[in-house]
């Protein structure tokens, strides 16, 4: 039997929704790319809070539920600290509002890089019988270490930020491979 989730927990995602659609002013590119930077968070809290409300059977459950709860118990203080701070963006525009403009501008710089590095189409193909001459393997490989350092250094600088403040900024979704099916 699956339980539903607390109506606190869904009140809470709805609303860190809201209000992080009105703190980059219901800009249309910007709404959804917060809304995803959210999301694993949450997903993480549904899982935990699965955790807890699974009955434990043995001392290992047991300890296992107690520091969900304890880790429900912190990620609940840091959203409250988030949800404040997404309020101060919407009403003012001051550094808050930045913060969440510069949040969506990062998240938004990823998807293009992410799009360069892996989704972007090869050489095209010259029928002439000429051979294309594409970028060495090497030139490729240094360009994807070095965007990748790039983003797990902004990734750290993150993870201080909310740790000094005790709030969540949100975590990057992951990059959704692509599947083509061939045409019959």
């Known amino acids: 039997m699956i339980r539903q989730l607390p109506p ?3 009140s809470l995602y709805r609303l860190v929704l809201r209000t992080s659609s009105a703190s980059v002013l219901h800009v249309r590119p910007a709404t959804p790319r917060l809304r ?10 549904v899982r935990m809070t699965r955790e807890v409300q699974h009955s434990p059977l043995t001392d290992d459950e047991a300890r296992a539920a107690a520091q969900a709860r304890e880790w429900l118990n912190r990620w609940e203080k840091q959203m409250d600290n988030t949800l ?3 309020y ?4 003012s525009r001051g550094l808050a509002h930045k913060l969440t403009r510069n949040l969506h501008a990062l998240s938004h710089r990823r998807k293009d890089w992410l799009h360069s590095a892996y989704e972007r189409p090869g050489a095209p193909w010259k029928p002439t019988g000429e051979p294309v001459h594409a970028r060495p393997k090497k030139h490729q490989a240094d ?19 909310e740790g000094r403040d005790q709030l969540m900024l949100g975590r ?11 045409l019959k």
């Open 8 to 10: 606190g927990l869904r």
């Open 36 to 45: 995803a930077m959210w999301r694993p968070t949450f997903d993480v809290a």
């Open 84 to 86: 404040s701070l997404l």
């Open 88 to 91: 101060n963006s919407a009403i």
């Open 143 to 161: 360009r994807h270490e070095s965007g990748g350092l790039a983003w797990n250094m902004v990734g750290e600088v993150v993870r201080m930020a």
């Open 172 to 182: 990057v979704p992951p990059r959704q491979h692509r599947t083509y099916r061939y």
